[in-house]
């Protein structure tokens, strides 16, 4: 079954940088990824974008992140990175890693998302 799993979350100061990853697991022959993304949930909040990117790397930004953060993807071994950078306390949050797996003989897709990993930052 498909799994991603998220690492790199942790304690940060305002100001600094932390990575987070994910790697996808579990994808059948008969299915592809067909992009990935991140989101992030504070206390109290909903969750919401931070970026999404295509596996021929086309990214795409939440306006409280473009210029600070980058994702890249690395479509041979499954896996995504998050570059953060400039981090303030409102980056405070879960975050979460999100693939969106299709068929590659129907017109069927699904999200598969990771457990999370909390990113902290003090100010």
């Known amino acids: 079954q498909v799994q991603l799993v998220e690492s790199g979350g942790g304690l940060v100061q305002a100001g600094g940088s932390l990575t987070l990853s994910c790697e996808v697991s579990g994808i059948g022959s008969s299915s592809r990824i067909a992009d990935m993304g991140w989101y992030r949930q504070a206390p109290g909040e909903g969750r919401v974008l931070v970026g999404r990117?295509?596996?021929?790397?086309?990214?795409n930004y939440g306006d409280s992140v473009k210029g600070r953060f980058t994702i890249t993807v690395d479509s041979a071994k499954n896996t995504m990175s998050l570059q953060m950078n400039s981090l303030r306390a409102e980056d405070t949050a879960i975050y979460y890693c999100?693939?969106?797996?299709?068929?590659?003989?129907?017109?069927?897709?699904?999200?598969?998302w990771g457990q999370g990993t909390q990113v902290t930052v003090s100010s």
């Open positions: 990117i295509t596996m021929d790397s086309i990214a």
């Open positions: 999100t693939a969106n797996i299709a068929s590659t003989f129907i017109n069927f897709s699904r999200d598969f």
